[in-house]
């Protein structure tokens, strides 16, 4: 199955880190360059989501002042699963990069730094 | 309360409530954390956005097997519902079965040998079962094109009648002109006892709500005068109301019941599919027998008639087996999930 960006940037976030709904999407931006902008309604949607496949857990909720902010964490599970997800992402970009070496003999206009 | 916070508790009522109760104050902090200094309304993305993920959630089962199982409830529901608006139009007109021995034995010019009515205990049970009577299985071979009869009849026999064919003809012209609308003088279908090839054996005629049958036996001694209350009017808008009104609700119900097995553990997942699957194939098989036997043999000239809506409603109390296995399979579904939904609270 392959994975979303905007979950993996989710996952990516929750990495021992616990983060309640605004922290994930500041984190997810910033970690994704600015290109992974989510509105709240689709983060909890994805939420929702990672939390019955067992991929985030709860770590903690704060009650303050007629607010709620429940704070989660990548679960050991949503570990595994992001680790596979990266050891493919690692395998594809590996596959690529090489096809373009071998036709070109380097990666054109990127720069190694 | 703010402004801003006002129009998002607004725009968060688009989710379901059972979500509401979960994430509600949760995604309003997350809103009103990401909103920019100042702001006081949502911007048009972000409401549409909103409206948008909320209604999925109320009306777009997660999973395929969740959009399936939702599928086969809400068709099974509405179209027994269907029968349930029917009978609310029945009961409310609520026809009676005219009175027919003075005006029948003038027009046969004799006591009758026997008569008899239509039996059936119940509104719903005469939708059920008219059909397997047989009474209006050639009826649309028999040249009348007027409002359609209630089958709730009453009849009386004349046997030994001599001349029988003048006998019905003489019928027509006498009650044509006592102000009946009277059909053509027919032979009646191939299905008739008066065979293709006879002298014409059937009449029907109509006045004040009061449906006519003279029909001649085959072999033209004898009379059957047939009495019916016209079929009330609005039975199929009715029908149509209700399965498109519950058909909604139960949509919006299984969405719900999808939506809370979704967010239970894997095991209970599977237990909820296997308790189901019993709902499901019964709500398959039964939606079937419900249309099709509601729906006259095209191979007989039956028509439907407004009392064939309430079938889908009347099968299943005379039938109840199907609505028995789809009923506690889907209770113990419920309750698997609620189980599993209070565990993750605690």
Sequence with gaps: MTMQEPTFFILTALVRTPLHGYGIIKAVEELSGGRVMLKAGTLYAALDRLAADGLIVVDREEAVSGRLRRYYVLSDEGRAVLETAVERLQSNAQVAATRLREAFGFIGGVQHV | MSELERSYRRLLLAYPAFYRRERGLEMLTTLLDAAEPGQVRPSYGEAAHLLVMGLR??????????????????????????????????????????????????????????????????????????????????????????????????????????????????????????????????????NSQAGPDGPNGVLWAHRDGMLLRVSAYDDQTGLTVSAYPVEPAGVLAAALAAFAVGGIAVWQAMTWLAHRAARTPPPTRRLVLLLGLPALIACGVNTLDNVLSMVPNPHTAGVLLAADFMYPLGNQIANPLAAGVIASSLIACGYLVNRAGRLAVA
């Design chain 2, 57 to 190: 959630f109320r009306f777009v089962p997660p999973t395929w097997i969740g959009k399936v199982a939702a599928g086969l409830v809400t068709i099974w529901a509405a179209v027994v519902l269907s029968g349930a608006g029917a009978l609310a139009v029945w009961a409310v007109d609520d026809p009676q079965t005219p009175e027919l021995a003075t005006l029948s034995d003038s027009l046969a010019g004799r006591q009758p040998t026997f008569a008899y009515d239509d039996e059936a205990a119940s509104l719903l049970d005469m939708g059920y079962a008219h059909q397997t009577a047989g009474n209006f299985q050639s009826y649309a071979e028999e040249g009348w094109e007027g409002v359609l009869p209630a089958p709730m009849g009453r009849h009386r026999i004349y046997e030994r009648v001599p001349a029988a064919p003048a006998v019905l003809a003489e019928a027509r012209e006498r009650l044509t002109g006592a102000g009946w609308q009277t059909g053509p003088l027919s032979r009646g279908g191939i």
